[in-house]
Nanobody, 117 residues
Framework: QVQLVESGGGLVQVGGSLRLSCAAS???????MGWYRQAPGKQRELVAI???????NYVDSVKGRFTISRDNAKRSVYLQMNSLKPEDTAVYYC????????????WGQGTQVTVSS
């Protein structure tokens, strides 16, 4: 099982920036990596995904503000969050989905992001 550990969350004011990191316990070369978030009282939603080839996709609400990236050599995926808004407040989860060979789906423990207005 792949262990995923998120870091970089915290309290930030409106308009500020945070960079979330997700470190994996083993190679992520065969995984589609993603960031999800869940706000209180709401369903968990996909924020951004990035394929093994580096193709990224984002939910409309974060386009132009968030950037997902990956470093396979460092076994890490990142989420740069700029121009943060109160509605970005949520627990952010790292996800790894293997689509080749044995299909697997792993989650990190989550990291809290709070944007104060």
């Amino acid at each position: 099982q792949v262990q995923l550990v998120e870091s970089g969350g915290g309290l930030v004011q409106v308009g500020g920036s945070l960079r979330l990191s997700c470190a994996a316990s083993e190679t992520i070369m065969l995984y589609v990596m993603g960031w999800y978030r869940q706000a209180p009282g709401k369903q968990r939603e996909l924020v951004a995904i990035i394929t093994s080839g580096g193709t990224a996709n984002y939910v409309d609400s974060v386009k132009g503000r968030f950037t997902i990236s990956r470093d396979n050599a460092k076994r890490s995926v990142y989420l740069q969050m700029n121009s943060l808004k109160p509605e970005d407040t949520a627990v952010y989860y790292c996800n790894a989905k293997r689509i080749l060979g044995t299909q697997s789906n792993y989650w990190g423990q989550g990291t809290q992001v709070t944007v104060s207005s």
